[in-house]
């Protein structure tokens, strides 16, 4: 084949495909637009008319400022960017003079949540990754509110959960319950000592819990010097009797003034009245003595026993009265300013079921247990039956009365630990921090003692978020400063 030939066939072949390609531009393009706005018209809905205006007339919008772009059936999921939202939807775009005529805020800039002085004209994320967030021109709270005041609109109020209550006056009362233990009245013990030394005889009381009444006969003591202490005695009375006929009145003074230092002596050994009378009766020396019980009681402890050589300082019964019992609460160190020596008490015990025993405050220990951070409250019971016994475990109820106080739930009070800070809604949706003194805590309220008024509204659940906001609003006006 020549070489002429080959040029041309190869030139024919570059012109046919020329005209293909020139063909499907002329026809297929049309077709596709055709196709593409059909299929667009179709895929619009009523709703979304106003947002496809602003997206097909570049023209119209001409240098208005896109100042987000969010989804047109969830205007809560915004972005910096144009795109689709979770729910498949195409974001539309947010114009400012969109924003400002139809009633929303205007925004000033865009700032970082974490680090208030990042600002920017335009939205997006900030170097630390954070979601810039927009600044209104309306965030300034109105000249009669008071600073931190915060405007928050009802859609977002439902979108944080904000719930407000009243403040209220009321009557206030309040029960502390203690875990509490029946204790021996340490005012009705008595411990039983001779006061001279000497051999036990004979034991009347002779096992440990035997109930005694006073003046019932404990035990019998034989002691030489107490023999001999009488034998004083008997001559001493002898003589007084002899000699009080006597001319001689110092003689007659001084055998009384001996009779009455020996019956002295007997006293101060325990021998009462009744046993000298006796003596002064018989004209004869006993050769033992009876102690007798000097209280109602019973027996606690024994150190008695047949024969056996006892001195003053043994201690040879401990005789408890029963008839009154101590009962030893511990209460929160909080709790200990609103109890009073005095004040009733209640007590029930589970031996006991329905049983209420009454009785009232005698003691309040000055000292706290630093392991439970309580203090003992001593009470007193009456215990006529001696059904309260020692060591038995019982729960005291303690009511306290506060009068009239103003209160708020506890919920509605935000405690720093320098401060107290509560949340009054005003109309128009603002939000004013209010500082206040906080009194007693009543289980799921707080008594207020100044800040707040009968009737006024209170935040009472959401009220972090507007903390956070009133706090972050105070640190935009002072960057503004």
Avoid: C
Avoid at 228 to 247: G, K, W
Avoid at 379 to 393: A, G, I, R, Y
Avoid at 455 to 464: D, P, Q
């Amino acid at each position: 084949m020549k070489p002429h030939f080959k040029i041309t066939r190869i030139a024919i072949a570059f012109s046919v495909v020329a005209l293909l390609l020139a063909g499907a531009f002329l026809y297929r393009v049309p077709l596709a637009s055709w196709v593409l706005a059909n299929s667009d018209e179709k895929r619009l809905s009523t709703a979304q008319g106003h947002a496809e205006h602003d997206q097909k007339a570049p023209a119209n919008s001409g240098d208005r400022k896109v100042l987000y772009w969010y989804d047109l059936m969830n205007p809560a999921n915004r972005s910096g960017k144009p795109g689709k939202s979770p729910d498949g939807m195409d974001l539309v775009p947010m114009y400012a003079e969109v924003q400002t005529t139809s009633g929303e805020k205007k925004v000033l800039y865009w700032y970082d949540q974490m680090n208030p002085s990042m600002r920017s004209d335009k939205p997006g994320k900030a170097s630390d990754g954070m979601d810039l967030l927009p600044m209104y021109a309306d965030t300034g709270q109105s000249k009669d509110m008071a600073p931190g005041s915060v405007m928050i609109s009802p859609a977002k109020q439902q979108l944080i959960g904000v719930r407000t209550d009243f403040v209220k006056r009321e009557s206030l009362d309040r029960t502390i319950r203690a875990v509490a233990q029946v204790q021996v009245d340490e005012t009705k013990i008595a411990r039983i000592h001779v006061k001279i030394a000497g051999w036990i005889e004979q034991v009347n009381v002779d096992f440990i819990g035997k109930l005694v009444r006073k003046g019932d006969p404990l035990f019998s003591l034989y002691s030489p010097d107490l023999v001999a202490t009488q034998q004083e005695y008997l001559i001493a009375r002898r003589a007084t009797v002899d000699l009080s006929t006597s001319p001689f009145p110092e003689v007659a003074r001084g055998s009384e003034s001996l009779l009455e230092a020996a019956r002295e002596r007997l006293r101060l050994w325990d021998i009462n009245d009744d046993q000298i009378k006796e003596l002064d009766d018989v004209g004869k020396v006993n050769r033992t003595m009876t102690m007798y019980s000097p209280i109602d009681g019973f027996v606690m402890k024994r150190e008695v026993y047949p024969k056996t050589y006892v001195t003053p300082e043994t201690e040879l019964y401990e005789i408890a009265d029963f008839s009154a019992v101590w009962v030893n609460a511990e209460i929160y160190e909080y709790e200990v300013p609103y109890v009073k020596v005095g004040q009733s008490a209640a007590m029930r015990l589970s031996y006991f079921p329905g049983k209420v025993y009454a009785g009232k405050v005698v003691y309040i220990n000055p000292t706290v247990d630093p392991m439970t951070r309580t203090v003992k409250v001593r009470l007193e019971f009456s215990n006529p039956d001696f059904k309260l016994k020692p060591d038995m475990f019982a729960e005291v109820e303690l009511k306290i009365s506060y009068g009239t106080q103003i209160v708020v739930p506890q919920e509605a009070v935000l405690d720093s630990g320098s401060e107290q800070v509560v949340f009054v809604a005003h109309d128009d949706g603002y939000f004013e921090p209010r500082k206040v003194q906080i009194g007693a805590r009543l289980e799921d309220r707080l008594i207020v003692l100044s800040g707040l008024k009968p009737g006024e509204k209170i935040v009472t659940s959401g009220n972090f978020l507007i903390d956070s906001e009133s706090r972050l609003k105070n640190a935009m006006a002072g960057m503004k400063r």
